[in-house]
Each structure stands twice: as C-alpha cells, then as structure tokens.
C-alpha cells in the first residue's frame, strides 16, 4: 500500500490547463515514483480520488463518507488555492508538509510536445533543490534560535500508586499489538490530507456520523452503516463488551464483583462450547477489582474497533473512564440495533 507521507506536492489550477493535465497523466507514475524517492507524496486530484491506497484510507478515517469519488477536482481547485492562498495565475505544485509552517508553489510551466519526460526531469530536480533549501534554511533558523517550551498544566489530583485494576486501565486498556499500530501508521491522515477531506465533504455537503452497531442473534458485532465492517471479537472480551452495553450509565471497577453473575450468564450465552469450570475462573479474574485482567480484555476490545475504524470514531465504541469513575460506553444505546429484542436483555 502507498503511504501518504507528511510532506506533498499538490497539483492546482485555477482553470483547466490541458497541456499539464495531459503531461501529469503521460507521466504520472514517473513523477510520483520521482518524489517518493524524496519521501514527498505527489497528489493529484484525479488520480488520488481513485487511488486504491486513498481509499484504503477514507475507509479507514472516514468510513461515513461514500461519494468522495464522486467529486468535481475543478469545483475543488478554488479552494485548495484561496486556503494556500495561491499566488499564481497558472497551474501550480504547493508545497506543504507537517513539519514546516510555510506554504511554498511552484508554477508548472507548459511543456513542449514529445520532450515532455526530459522537461519535467530538469523540473522536478529543480523542485527537490528548491525543497531541500527550504527546510535547511528552516533548520539552521531553528539551530539558531531554538524555541524555548515552557508547560502549563491545570493541578490535577494526586493519587497514590495502586494495585487495583482501576489505576493501570490508563495504560493497560490502551496498549495495542505492534503490528496493529503499524497499520493505524500506514493509514493515518496526514494534515494536508485531512485539510482537503475536509474540503471535499463540503464540496459533497458530507458530515460525520456515527455508524448504528448490530448485533445479530449469534452475537456477531457489526458497524451497520459502515459497509457492515465486523468488529471480531474472542469470546471474554465480546462477554464484557456486552455486560458494558447493558449498562449506559457506566461500572465502577470496584464494583465489577456485583456484575460477575451476569457476566458468567453473558459469557455462557456466546461460548456454548467453552469448558465451564475454566469459563468461571476467567470471568472471577475479569471481576477481580486487583487483577489485570478486565484491562487487558478492555485494550482487546478497543483493538478490535481500531482494526476497522479510526481512533476519533472508535472512541465513541469502546470502553472509556477516568481513574476513579464509571468505565462506560459512551455511544448512544439508540444506535445499538439487536437482531433479537431479547437477546441480552435479562441474561
């Protein structure tokens, strides 16, 4: 899959240009191979659109969003140009990166006919010289006068270090595998990249919504709105995953010893299979206000929405809290679709 780097080159014009549109398109891999190499990423509107790897991406941040592809890039140009303010009267590359504040263009000149490789060749080395100055500049700006941070934080509580599962939960129920966060790695935004899904959701008049979860009768997991994405779980971990959405008001860690009847009932319900005697032995540890174990299954759980969608909307469906406080799910029950009425209610 490509990844989206942090630094791009971005393609403009304030009114169709055939001659560059026709070279990009002639050599469109040849450019953007060019700049990879450089570890810039090359957009272009009508190629990124419906690029395998940019799909990959919205699927993955923006799952809600379906007619992207849809989109007019000359009913999108006028705006990219006004939001880097644009000063050139032709078609143009913009420069921009996470690293560095500055907004730099290019003006792409007309290219002569059969000589267009070469051409662009000069001009694309012309551009990585005109890159690389930049961000030395930059740097030695910053080696001279470094910044000096100072922290300002609001008083916070003081506790004392503690063995009980509530005071790990911070750390242990966000702890993802490795292979997982390289892929979260691979298909995050990077800020010119949200900057400009931002502008095609006003272009298709989009806004974010939160998907309904289905759960069907055999306890399968489903982002109903989001093309059906399943969120796979093992059985402990699905068991409290439901105890938690049968209680929207939230559960005290201290308190997950009151809940171990219904847990069991729960757990016995989704794992017909599972030896019974080991089955009690998991759900008394996942009660256990001291024992790790309702973490580690509250980090699978969360892990397991993190592998179909982004963290900003995964929040809204995985288990939450402060030290000290409820753990809950904050998602709307009203989203919450059970294939049977009685499924889980009243286990």
Not at 141 to 165: L, T
Request: charged share 30%; proline share 4%.
């Amino acid at each position: 899959m490509y990844q989206y780097k942090s630094e791009a080159l971005i393609y403009v014009e304030p009114s169709y240009d055939n001659k560059a549109n026709k070279a990009i398109a002639d050599n469109y891999q040849f450019i953007r191979d060019s700049f990879k190499q450089k570890r810039i990423s090359f957009i272009y509107l009508p190629k990124l659109l419906s690029n395998d790897s940019f799909n990959k991406v919205m699927d993955y941040n923006r799952p809600y969003f379906k007619n992207y592809n849809q989109a007019d890039p000359a009913k999108l140009y006028p705006q990219l140009i006004k939001h880097f303010n644009i000063r050139s009267n032709g078609p143009a590359l913009v420069y921009v990166s996470d690293e560095v504040d500055e907004i730099h263009e290019f003006e792409f000149f007309p290219l002569t006919s059969g000589i267009a490789k070469e051409q662009l060749t000069v001009y694309i080395r012309e551009i990585l010289h005109e890159i690389n100055r930049i961000k030395t500049e930059i740097q030695l700006k910053e080696d001279k006068y470094p910044h000096i941070w100072f922290k300002i934080s609001e008083p916070s509580v003081q506790y004392e270090n503690g063995n009980d599962a509530d005071s790990h939960f911070d750390r242990v129920a966000f702890e993802i595998p490795e292979e997982l966060r390289k892929k979260i790695n691979e298909l995050k935004e990077a800020g010119y990249l949200s900057k400009l899904i931002e502008f095609l959701e006003e272009l298709q008049k989009t806004t974010r919504q939160l998907s309904r979860l289905h759960i069907t009768k055999d306890f399968k997991i489903y982002l109903m709105d989001y093309e059906m994405k399943e969120v796979q779980m093992s059985p402990l971990p699905k068991a409290l995953y439901f105890l938690f959405l049968n209680h929207p008001e939230g559960i005290l860690f201290k308190e997950l010893t009151d809940y171990r009847t219904e847990l069991m009932t729960i757990y016995k319900n989704i794992s017909l299979r599972e030896n019974p005697d080991e089955a009690r032995e998991s759900i008394k540890k996942m009660t256990d206000p001291f024992d790790n174990s309702v973490n580690e299954k509250c980090s699978r759980i969360r892990a397991a929405f993190l592998r179909v969608i982004a963290e900003d909307i995964a929040e809204n469906y995985y288990i939450t809290g402060n030290r000290g406080e409820a753990k809950k799910i904050v998602l709307n029950r009203e989203l919450v679709i059970y294939e049977k009425e009685q499924i889980l209610q009243g286990l």
